[in-house]
């Protein structure tokens, strides 16, 4: 399959900022499943771009923009082309062993209730891969989908308490309950496209990844209830979604910020 992405974020200022520092996670890479046929990262104002990788191996472009800045627009264009693996991941290159995954983080930590809720729903089954599919329905039958823009700071075990929840909130309650199973488990930031034509989303997807002996790292998405397929571009990962953030950074300056995004994935095939 053949899928383009555009994607925008801007943000204003109320006042003049002296210094922008952003490192943005924007950046899909190769492996079995997927191949960048193109991709562009693109600003508005002067600013230098340099390419590294974060602490989990992800690929980063850092962006250092000089002031005064009233607001900024970060433009990503580009497209890939995307395979079907059953949800496993092939020729991904990973620094970091599996059981790293099993830490906890403050957006993650463990809650009994989840832990609870992944017991019943695992029950029964044969096997470990078995038991993360039953727990990534059961969390999709759980949840109202919830296509908006994901409350800031809002943790796994305070999402768990209500009725709807967004991509990210169903992805780190994956991972917490993952987690409480034995299975590393990890948040996974990227591009979806869905059945129609054109839809302007308020973020980039998020899923979860779980490793299972024997398989490796195996996607979970508990939107679908369903595995990731050729629907799906992969671009970062972390122990949670602020750490695998498309933007995160500091500015120097007093004042407000407003931010807007604005995210587009078609089929171009």
């Not at 990210?168 to 488990?185: K, N």
């Not at 397929?229 to 498309?246: F, I, K, Q, S, T």
Request: hydrophobic residues 40%; aromatic residues 8%; proline residues 6%.
């Amino acid at each position: 399959m053949r899928l383009s992405i555009d994607h925008h974020t801007i943000y204003r200022f109320t006042q003049p900022q002296g210094r922008l520092v952003q490192m943005l996670r924007l950046t899909p890479e190769n492996s079995h499943d997927q191949t960048v046929a193109s991709w562009r990262i693109d600003v508005d104002c002067d600013a230098r771009l340099r390419p590294g990788r974060d602490g989990f191996g992800n690929a980063v472009t850092m962006l250092y923009a000089e002031g005064p800045v009233d607001g900024i627009e970060i433009t990503v264009k580009g497209e890939v082309l995307t395979s079907h693996s059953d949800g496993v991941l092939h020729g991904v290159h990973e620094t970091l062993p599996p059981a790293l995954f099993l830490r906890w983080t403050e957006a993650t930590t463990h809650d009994a209730d989840i832990a609870a809720f992944a017991a019943d729903s695992a029950a029964g089954a044969r096997d470990r891969i078995g038991a993360l599919h039953r727990l990534n329905r059961a969390l999709h039958e759980r949840f109202v989908f919830d296509a908006g823009r994901p409350e800031p700071g809002l943790t796994a075990a305070a999402a768990f308490r209500k009725d709807s929840a967004t991509p990210r909130d169903m992805a780190q309650m994956f991972a917490v309950a993952a987690r409480s199973l034995g299975a590393p488990a990890r948040y996974v930031s990227g591009y979806h496209h869905n059945d129609a034509a054109v839809v302007h989303l308020p973020t980039p997807h998020g899923w979860a990844e779980a490793y299972v002996d024997g398989l490796g790292w195996v996607g979970f998405d508990p939107c679908t209830g369903m595995s990731p397929e050729e629907h799906y571009v992969r671009v970062a990962m972390a122990l949670d979604a602020a750490g695998a953030a498309p933007v995160a950074g500091s500015r120097l300056g007093e004042g407000g910020e407003e931010l807007d995004v604005d995210v587009v994935v078609q089929r171009e095939d």
